[in-house]
């Protein structure tokens, strides 16, 4: 089955991000985060999910940080989400599947989102 690093760029989450990570920490294999200069306790919380956090200085470039970010990515394919995205419980088996059925020429895949409240 491939393997999905997911690359994300936060900057004081503290108020979502554990819900985002752990709508999705199960299903894949890496966890690559971006900080862009938090002063609250994001890195702290991000810190108890993966080892692989990076500190980035913010360029005004949301591109610029994510392509850091996937530049950092071991796995063979990169989700991106922002921390106040989840992936809903009854998703997770539809995403399973997807992720099985994956195979090198599928270059991208477009998934509906859902933001937290």
């Known amino acids: 089955m491939p393997t999905i690093s997911l690359c994300m760029i936060v900057k004081n989450e503290e108020m979502h991000i554990a819900r985002c990570l752990d709508s999705v920490a199960e299903l894949v294999e890496e966890i690559v985060i971006v ?47 922002d921390a106040d995205d989840i992936l809903e419980e009854s998703e997770k088996d539809n995403f399973l599947r997807l992720k099985q059925s994956l195979t090198p020429d599928i270059d991208i895949v477009m998934m509906k989102y859902n933001t937290s409240n």
């Open 35 to 81: 900080d862009t200069g938090s002063t609250d306790r994001t890195v702290e919380i991000v810190s108890d999910y993966t080892s692989k956090v990076y500190s980035y200085p913010w360029k005004d470039d949301f591109s610029d940080a994510r392509n850091y970010s996937f530049s950092k990515a071991s796995m063979d394919y990169c989700m991106w989400m």
